[in-house]
C-alpha cells in the first residue's frame, strides 16, 4: 500500500485530532498491558526491554500485541549498542590489506569500518520504531495525556458536566 501509514486512533486522539477528520471507531481495540518479554532477546535487548517498559506502560501506549514491535526495536537497539563498540574498539577507518596479481601482500588501504553502516542502519530502523510508541521528541511532542491525578473515568466527567449544566440553569 503507498502512501504514508495512518496514525492509530488512539495516538491521534492523544494527539488532539488537529485535521478534525472523522476517527476510525471500528479499529481494532487490543487489550492495554504488558507483553511477555521473548526469550530470544540478547542481554542488551532484554535489559532495554525491561528499562522502557514500565515507562511504555506508565504513559499508557503499550498493549499486549505490541511485543513484536517493541521485540524488535530492543533487538535493533542491542545490535546499534553491539555496531557502536566495536567502531569504538577498531575507529571508524579500518586497514584492509592489499595484495598484488600473484597474492603478495604490497600493504594496506583505509577504508570505512562496516560496523559504521550497520550502526547507521540500526539508528533508522530504531528511529521508525521509536515513534511508533511515541517514543522520540517529535512524536512525543503531539501526544497530549493527562497526569494518573488528572484522569478521570467518563461516568464521573457525565455527572460534573450534567452538575455544571444545572449549575447554569439556576443562574
Avoid at 499486549?64 to 535493533?76: E, I
Avoid at 566495536?86 to 592489499?98: A, H, R
Wanted: aromatic share 6%; hydrophobic share 35%.
Amino acid at each position: 500500500m503507498a502512501g504514508r501509514r495512518p496514525k492509530p486512533t488512539a495516538l491521534k486522539q492523544l494527539q488532539g485530532n488537529p485535521g478534525k477528520r472523522k476517527l476510525n471507531q471500528d479499529e481494532p481495540k487490543p487489550a492495554k498491558g504488558v507483553p511477555c518479554a521473548p526469550g530470544y532477546l540478547t542481554p542488551v535487548a532484554a535489559e532495554e526491554w525491561h528499562r522502557i517498559v514500565p515507562e511504555l506502560e506508565r504513559i499508557g501506549v503499550l498493549t499486549q500485541v505490541d511485543g513484536t514491535a517493541l521485540a524488535s526495536y530492543c533487538m535493533t537497539f542491542s545490535r546499534w549498542v553491539q555496531s557502536e563498540t566495536e567502531i569504538t574498539q577498531y575507529g571508524v577507518l579500518i586497514k584492509e590489506p592489499v595484495f598484488d596479481k600473484l597474492g603478495n601482500w604490497v600493504g594496506d588501504k583505509l577504508k570505512k569500518n562496516p560496523a559504521c553502516t550497520a550502526a547507521m542502519a540500526c539508528q533508522k530502523e530504531m528511529r521508525a520504531l521509536l515513534g511508533l510508541f511515541g517514543m522520540d521528541p517529535s512524536s512525543r511532542s503531539r501526544i497530549k495525556t493527562q497526569s494518573p491525578e488528572e484522569k478521570v473515568s467518563p461516568l464521573a466527567a457525565l455527572l460534573k458536566e450534567r452538575q455544571e449544566k444545572r449549575a447554569q440553569q439556576r443562574a
